[in-house]
């Protein structure tokens, strides 16, 4: 056996579970398209994703299993305690390397999202989401909430601490429309950092490159559409390029659409891969 082969056999043992992209991937992305569509779109793409679900662990118990190896704590700490493990240590579990190169990536990208959000320019986005209709970004001076510039006050305001009304006062109110384009953004910013933790986590080989691909692709739209307040001019004039993805950028429909399409296409991948190293498994020969 060559060496690229036994590497290669070695890292689909190692993430064998992690690689059934019919048990997670496909099936996640199926409950993010449904959540862009009415209710009964969203019923639909749930009960598919849990049939998928069950299927796929019937499936892929065909290639058999892969258990991972228990981590012995004491003999980790018999060379510093040779009287064995102590009790404060009995039942420590150790943070799996997924979970904390997803933190870690998440955490960062979304500190980063959350300070290029502090200060943004108000804007509005006029038109609806429908098939071929473009939306148009405008901006406004000075967006007041009528309970602050108004004579009489709101009775909810009552009940509001000075400093409250203070920061209210000093930060201009966000139109509805806007508040749509920041949750299709985070929603960029939370699924291309899933994709890039994943990368990273699977050591940024080259058989794991749609991740990075995915991740790029999702990260971009996300800070595109941070800086969209900044890159339009006060007439609303954008560049062309920008024009054509302005529906993405804005729109939280699409949003769903491209961050679900990538996770099946991401999963039907790994799925893919998976098969082509293992291989279709012959039925067991009976005695």
């Known amino acids: 056996m060559e060496t690229r082969d036994l590497d290669r056999v070695l890292f689909i043992t190692q993430h064998f579970k992690d690689l059934q992209g019919l048990r997670y991937g496909v099936p996640l992305g199926l409950i993010t398209l449904g959540l862009g569509g009415s209710i009964l779109f969203r019923v639909v793409f749930f009960l598919a994703a849990l049939l998928l679900v069950f299927g796929a662990r019937r499936f892929y118990r065909r290639f058999g299993q892969v258990e991972s190896r228990p981590i012995d704590y004491a003999a ?145 739209l996300s800070g595109l559409g941070t800086s969209l307040g900044y890159i339009t001019s006060p007439d609303g004039e954008i560049a062309r390029i920008l024009d054509h993805l302005l529906p993405a950028l804005v729109y939280p429909g699409v949003a769903l659409l491209l961050c679900g399409a990538a996770m099946v296409l991401a999963g039907l991948l790994d799925h893919w891969q998976l098969v082509a190293a293992l291989g279709p498994m012959a039925p067991k020969e009976e005695d």
């Open 76 to 220: 980790e700490i018999s060379v510093f305690s040779p009287a064995g493990a102590t009790p404060q240590l009995e039942g420590f579990r150790q943070v799996t390397p997924v979970t904390r190169h997803l933190f870690i990536t998440l955490t960062l990208i979304m500190i980063l999202f959350s300070v290029f959000q502090a200060f943004p320019r108000t804007f509005q986005v006029e038109g609806q989401q429908s098939p071929g209709q473009r939306p148009r970004i405008t901006f406004q001076t000075s967006l007041e909430r009528p309970w602050i510039v108004g004579s009489q006050p709101q009775p909810s305001d009552m009940f509001q601490p000075p400093w409250v009304a203070w920061i209210y006062a000093k930060v201009p109110a966000r139109p509805p429309s806007m508040l749509r384009a920041v949750f299709a953004q985070m929603m960029y910013a939370l699924y291309g950092s899933l994709f890039l933790g994943i990368w990273l986590w699977r050591d940024r080989r080259r058989s794991q490159s749609h991740h990075l691909a995915f991740a790029a692709l999702l990260l971009g």
